[in-house]
């Protein structure tokens, strides 16, 4: 089992920056990728950012490339989602995630932080 807990959401007005926080506790050493998924009010989720534990490579939504940074710290064993020159529509629930092996669904999720971006 693998427990998440994210933090570091709140309001903030269009061009800010937030820094989100992943801390993961379990079961993760042989977790194949971390990744942060967002909901917005009426809106499928959607993919944002992973990045591959073991490579250390990172893949980003199109419309958060050059603009967020997905980031891990290992010693803490915690995911980060940098996120500069927030737009109002990144506003939306936050989740991170982990996938356990390569080619399956994410297997656990945190309860999410919310962000508001404000025009």
């Known amino acids: 089992q693998v427990q998440l807990d994210e933090s570091g959401g709140g309001s903030v007005q269009a061009g800010g920056s937030l820094r989100l926080s992943c801390a993961a506790s379990?079961?993760?050493?042989?977790?194949?990728?971390m990744g942060w998924f967002r909901q917005a009010p009426g809106k499928e989720r959607e993919f944002v950012a992973a990045?591959?534990?073991?490579?250390?490579?990172?893949t980003y939504a199109d419309s958060v490339k050059g603009r967020f940074t997905i980031s891990k710290d290992n010693a803490k064993n915690t995911v980060y989602l940098q996120m500069n020159s927030l737009k109002p529509e990144d506003t939306a629930v936050y989740y991170c995630?982990?996938?356990?092996?390569?080619?399956?669904?994410?297997?656990?999720w945190g309860q999410g932080t919310q962000v508001t971006v404000s025009s």
């Open positions: 379990g079961r993760t050493s042989s977790s194949f990728a």
């Open positions: 990045l591959i534990s073991s490579a250390g490579s990172t």
């Open positions: 995630a982990v996938r356990v092996q390569a080619g399956s669904p994410y297997d656990y």
